[in-house]
């Protein structure tokens, strides 16, 4: 298994993937996206790839497998286990960031209305799981 320096956004909604890729852009991380709008799609497009993105976004709230039932399904695959993911979603419930971080993910982002204040979150987690 390799992983690439690809960043892996896992989103039902086009206009969140769209401003996700925009702070990628903004962050010099723009070249390297790719994009499911589902959690069935996700774990295919996972388990068919031979190269593992560096990273994975993932929102929480999708129609048909939800984004806990995508971290479960990842962090129980031995292959994908070891690939940081990131919660990045509009719920500002408690219980879902921690039953984000129980469930293993490496991080919790809130879905910023501001681009400037999304752009720097995304930053701020992409250097400390990338380059610690």
């Given at each position: 298994?390799?992983?690439?320096?690809?960043?892996?956004?896992?989103?039902?909604?086009?206009?969140?993937?769209?401003?996700?890729?925009?702070?990628?852009?903004?962050?010099?991380?723009?070249?390297?996206?790719?994009?499911?709008?589902?959690?069935?799609?996700?774990?295919?497009?996972?388990?068919?790839?031979?190269?593992?993105?560096?990273?994975?976004?993932?929102?929480?709230?999708?129609?048909?497998?939800?984004?806990?039932?995508?971290?479960?399904?990842?962090?129980?695959?031995?292959?994908?286990?070891?690939?940081?993911?990131?919660?990045?979603?509009?719920?500002?419930l408690d219980s879902d960031?921690?039953?984000?971080?129980?469930?293993?993910?490496?991080?919790?982002?809130?879905?910023?209305?501001?681009?400037?204040?999304f752009s720097a979150a995304?930053?701020?987690?992409?250097?400390?799981?990338l380059f610690p």
């Open positions: 298994m390799t992983i690439t320096e690809k960043i892996l956004i896992i989103d039902d909604n086009a206009d969140d993937i769209e401003i996700t890729k925009i702070a990628l852009e903004e962050i010099g991380r723009q070249e390297k996206v790719v994009a499911v709008t589902g959690g069935e799609e996700a774990l295919k497009h996972l388990r068919g790839e031979k190269n593992l993105p560096a990273l994975i976004l993932l929102d929480l709230k999708m129609p048909g497998m939800s984004g806990f039932d995508v971290l479960r399904e990842i962090r129980t695959d031995a292959r994908l286990k070891p690939v940081p993911v990131v919660v990045v979603t509009s719920s500002t960031k921690q039953n984000a971080h129980a469930g293993g993910a490496n991080g919790f982002l809130y879905k910023e209305v501001d681009i400037d204040r995304l930053k701020t987690s992409i250097a400390a799981l």
